[in-house]
C-alpha cells in the first residue's frame, strides 16, 4: 500500500463485516471505509449500534501485527436508512510507514529461514524458543530512549535496541516461520518491586497457547513461560493480562478469523479498481491488475500482497523477487523479466509461482484473474 492511500471495503453479509475488519488490520492503511450493505441481511433492530458492537469485539480479541504498530484510532460511524447501509470509516495513526511494514515482513521472513536451518529438520517447541532467545540476546539490547523506534519492529531491525513492544512485534513476523502461530499480548508486568505495562507474546502449540516473554528472557536464566505448570505460576507471579480479551478462546477466534480470510479466493478483475477477497470488496485508489488478455496482465504486488498479510522486495543484485506471506516465502530469479520498470507492475505469471508455495490444497489462496 502507499503511504497514505486509502481503501473501501464493501460486504453485504455478517461474515464479510468480521472479514473486512481483519484485512483492514492487515493492510494497516491510514484510513478505511468499511461499507455494509443489505440491512436486511446483516443486522437487526439498531445497525450503528450493532456495527459498533462488532468492531470493539475484533478490536478486543486483536492480537494482530497491527496492534503492536498502532499509535492511535479514531472510528467514524454512519447510517444511511433510505439506502439500508450503514458503514464505518476508521483513521489507524501507525508508528511505521507501509515501506517499513513490508520491509520488516520480509526481513522476517530471512531471519525466520536462519533460525529454522540453525535448528535442524526436526526440533520441540522449547528449542525454538531457545535458539530465538539466543538470537534475540545477541543482536539486541533492551533500551528505552524515549523514541518512537524504541517500540518499532523496524526499529528494533535498524537500531539493534528497543523495548518489550517492538521485541513482541518482531516476535510476531519471525515466530510463524518456525511453525507455530503467535499472538501480540499486552498487559502488566512486575519488573523489580513495581507493576507497569508490558507486552509479550502467546504462541499456539500441541499443548494449546503458551505465553512467551522473550523480553525478560533477555536479562534471565531462562525465558518466562507458561510451558509447564511450575513455569506457568512464575509467569502469572510477574505478568497480568485480561483474560476476556486473551482467554485461549479469544486468541484461538482471532486466529481462525485471521487465517479465514488470508486462505480465501483472491479475484482480480484487469483495469478495475475493486478486487474480491472471498466475500469483501475492496476499491483501491489504483488498478491492481492491468493489461488483457491478448498481450498480457500486469499485477501491483506491493497493493495486493498487505491485504493478504504478505510483502515483497526485490533483490537488485541477485536480480531477484522475494516474495513472502506469513510463514513461507518464495525466490524468484530472473526478476528483471518479469517486472515493468515504469510503474513497479509484475507479470501476472508470478501469481502461479507464488500459489504454489501455499501447498496447492483446498485450503490455500487462488488467484482468478477475470
Known amino acids: 500500500m502507499k503511504y497514505g492511500e486509502n481503501i473501501t471495503l464493501s460486504v453485504d453479509t455478517p461474515r464479510g463485516l468480521l472479514n473486512a475488519l481483519v484485512i483492514s488490520q492487515s493492510a494497516m492503511a491510514p484510513e478505511c471505509i468499511i461499507e455494509c450493505n443489505g440491512r436486511r441481511n446483516m443486522f437487526g433492530g439498531n445497525p450503528l449500534q450493532e456495527l459498533q458492537q462488532t468492531t470493539n469485539y475484533i478490536n478486543s480479541i486483536d492480537g494482530s501485527f497491527a496492534k503492536s504498530q498502532l499509535g492511535a484510532t479514531t472510528y467514524e460511524y454512519r447510517h444511511y436508512p433510505l439506502l439500508g447501509k450503514a458503514s464505518v470509516k476508521i483513521n489507524r495513526a501507525y508508528m511505521c510507514t507501509p515501506k517499513e511494514l513490508n520491509d520488516v515482513r520480509c526481513v522476517a521472513a530471512e531471519i525466520g529461514s536462519i533460525l529454522k536451518a540453525n535448528l535442524g529438520k526436526q526440533y520441540s517447541f522449547e528449542q525454538a524458543v531457545r535458539e530465538y532467545q539466543k538470537w534475540i540476546n545477541h543482536y539486541f539490547d533492551y533500551k528505552n530512549t524515549g523514541r518512537i523506534s524504541d517500540h518499532t519492529a523496524i526499529g528494533l531491525l535498524t537500531n539493534r535496541t528497543g523495548v518489550c513492544q517492538s521485541i513482541a512485534a518482531v516476535t510476531m513476523l519471525v515466530f510463524p516461520y518456525l511453525g507455530y502461530p503467535v499472538i501480540y499480548v499486552s498487559g502488566d508486568a512486575k519488573g523489580g518491586r513495581e507493576w507497569g505495562p508490558h507486552a509479550w507474546n502467546a504462541i499456539l502449540t500441541a499443548k494449546g497457547?503458551?505465553?512467551?516473554?522473550?523480553?525478560?528472557?533477555?536479562?534471565?536464566?531462562?525465558?518466562?513461560?507458561?510451558?509447564?505448570?511450575?513455569?506457568?505460576?512464575?509467569?502469572?507471579?510477574?505478568?497480568?493480562?485480561d483474560e476476556r480479551c486473551f482467554s485461549p478462546q479469544s486468541m484461538?477466534?482471532?486466529?481462525?478469523?485471521?487465517?479465514?480470510?488470508?486462505?480465501?479466493?483472491?479475484?482480480?478483475?484487469?483495469?478495475?479498481?475493486?478486487?474480491?477477497i472471498g466475500d469483501v470488496a475492496i476499491t483501491t485508489t489504483e488498478p491492481v491488475l492491468i493489461g488483457n488478455m491478448s498481450d498480457g496482465h500486469w499485477v501491483n504486488l506491493f497493493r495486493l500482497l498487505p491485504l493478504i498479510g504478505g510483502s515483497c522486495e526485490l533483490l537488485t543484485k541477485t536480480d531477484q523477487l522475494r516474495i513472502c506471506l506469513y510463514d513461507k516465502e518464495i525466490i524468484i530469479n530472473n526478476a528483471s523479466s518479469i517486472i515493468d520498470g515504469s510503474n513497479g507492475y509484475v507479470s501476472v505469471s508470478v501469481i502461479n509461482k507464488f500459489a504454489t508455495i501455499l501447498g496447492g490444497n483446498d485450503t490455500s489462496i487462488k488467484f482468478k484473474v477475470r
Open 252 to 276: 484461538t477466534r482471532y486466529t481462525e478469523l485471521a487465517n479465514g480470510v488470508f486462505n480465501s479466493c483472491v479475484d482480480l478483475f484487469e483495469n478495475k479498481k475493486t478486487i474480491f
Open 209 to 241: 497457547w503458551i505465553h512467551v516473554d522473550f523480553t525478560f528472557g533477555m536479562s534471565g536464566f531462562i525465558t518466562p513461560t507458561t510451558n509447564n505448570a511450575i513455569f506457568a505460576k512464575a509467569f502469572m507471579q510477574g505478568h497480568k493480562w
